[in-house]
């Protein structure tokens, strides 16, 4: 009956996902025009050529925000659970911060903290 109950569930969401893009590519009105060909920046026209590179130290500051991010997101529900989780999930929790914080200590040292 599992295997069953899956096929039947893959089936059902395959069939409405391929029904919901048929119809709305049926029922939209296909207009094209070169306005809508353009790139949209802010309705300003742009000048010159498109093609700008970033230093890549914005990237690392980036990337460095999203791993402290996502440290934040896997320490709120712990700190929520902390009473009952013990004392074995405070030692992996301590060694997943000195981990991050190693990994801070690194960017640091890399000057990838510093806005250019």
Do not use: R
């Amino acid at each position: 009956m599992g295997s069953v109950s899956l096929l039947l569930l893959m089936f059902c969401g395959i069939f409405f996902a391929a029904l919901a893009i048929g119809l709305g590519n049926a029922m939209s009105v296909s207009k094209t025009n070169e306005v809508k060909g353009e790139a949209y920046e802010c309705g300003i026209q742009t000048e010159g050529t498109t093609w700008v590179q970033f230093h890549v130290g914005y990237y690392l500051f980036a990337l460095v925000f999203l791993l402290f991010d996502v440290e934040i997101a896997f320490m709120y529900p712990w700190a929520a659970a902390f009473k009952t989780v013990g004392v074995t999930a405070f030692v992996e929790m301590l060694f997943f911060v000195i981990v991050l914080f190693l990994g801070l200590l690194y960017a640091y040292k890399k000057k990838a903290l510093q806005w250019i």
